[in-house]
């Protein structure tokens, strides 16, 4: 449990609720830092998978103009799915999401193995590592962050690296937008 009871969970795209609350003030920042040039939305689901991906993204991005989408999706399925046919479907999803919304910038933020399922952490890795590269061929940006040994859920100290992580990795790719 992170402050105020929130749960430093990491699963869902974009970020589940309870995260985006943490996100928005912690000890260190408000809206991760951001200044008012760039507003932060945070939406997401506890839980979901990434067959919900692209129904997900139409529906929040059909109505609203952005600038950028940050996904962390994924880690989830490794429970079901193998690494290469998730990479699979990641590298078709992320070309439809491109072919439909052309001007979006995406940005990856690598997943989290939880630590109690050690035999997806090469899957974990792989999956990290290709869905990157399509990212970065996409013309996206890739968000990585240290491997923590939290279990499941995140310990408050690991969530605010996280953070740190993500604002520096947000800036840098807004910076180039």
């Known amino acids: 449990q992170g402050r105020s009871g929130l749960s430093g969970a990491m699963h869902g795209f974009v970020w589940p ?3 985006a609350e943490y996100a928005r003030c912690t000890s260190w920042s408000c809206n991760l830092g951001r200044s008012v040039k760039a507003m932060l939305k945070w939406r997401g689901k506890r839980g979901m998978h990434w067959d919900r991906f692209l129904e997900s993204a139409f529906q929040v991005l059909s109505d609203v103009s952005r600038a950028m ?3 962390n999706l994924g880690g989830n399925d490794l429970a ?6 998730l990479i699979l479907q990641v590298k078709d999803d992320l070309q439809s999401h491109t072919e439909w919304f052309p001007h979006m910038f995406i940005a990856w933020f690598d997943i989290i193995p939880p630590q109690i399922l050690k035999q997806t952490d090469k ?3 792989q999956v990290n590592r290709e869905t990157g590269n399509i990212v970065r061929l996409q013309g996206g940006s890739v968000i990585s962050h240290p491997r ?3 279990g499941v859920h995140l310990s408050e100290p ?3 690296i996280l953070l740190v992580d993500l604002q520096g990795g947000l800036q840098a790719a807004l910076g180039g937008l």
Do not use: I, N, P, R
């Not at 079901?80 to 046919?85: A, I, L, M, P, Y």
């Open 17 to 19: 609720v309870d995260t």
């Open 69 to 71: 989408w940050l996904v």
């Open 80 to 85: 079901q799915w193998s690494g290469k046919s």
């Open 123 to 125: 899957a974990h890795e």
């Open 148 to 150: 923590w040994d939290d």
């Open 158 to 160: 690991s969530f605010d």
